[in-house]
């Protein structure tokens, strides 16, 4: 069993930039495949990138270039950092953990881009 928890969300400029954590606690985090999902105001929840265990990386085609997925192993963390952030990038983040047979979903955080 997993719990997360999402941090650094918060209202940015057009262009600005933010990195999200997602802390997890509980055991074995090196094993889950970690993503970020993010929910719009009337819009279901998208996939906007994913780590694997042996970080490789994926990413929606409307963040490649701007977002950065990361792990941190030794800190149970996962990072997204976002730059050139766009109006359009204004929702709910949600940090997810799987493996085989079992999911867990943080709370989630709020980004606002917004002038």
């Known amino acids: 069993q997993v719990q997360l928890v999402e941090s650094g969300g918060g209202l940015v400029q057009p262009g600005g930039s933010l990195r999200l954590s997602c802390a997890a606690s509980?055991?074995?985090?090196?094993?889950?495949?970690m993503a970020w999902y993010r929910q719009a105001p009337g819009k279901q929840r998208e996939l906007v990138a994913t780590?694997?265990?042996?970080?490789?990386?994926n990413y929606a085609d409307s963040v490649k270039g701007r977002f950065t997925i990361s792990r941190d192993n030794a800190k149970n963390t996962v990072y997204l950092q976002m730059n050139n952030l766009k109006p359009e990038d204004t929702a709910v983040y949600y940090c997810?953990?799987?493996?085989?047979?079992?999911?867990?979903w943080g709370q989630g955080t709020q980004v606002t881009v917004s002038s």
């Open positions: 780590v694997t265990t042996n970080s490789n990386t």
């Open positions: 997810n953990a799987r493996k085989i047979g079992y999911e867990a």
């Open positions: 509980g055991t074995f985090f090196s094993i889950y495949t």
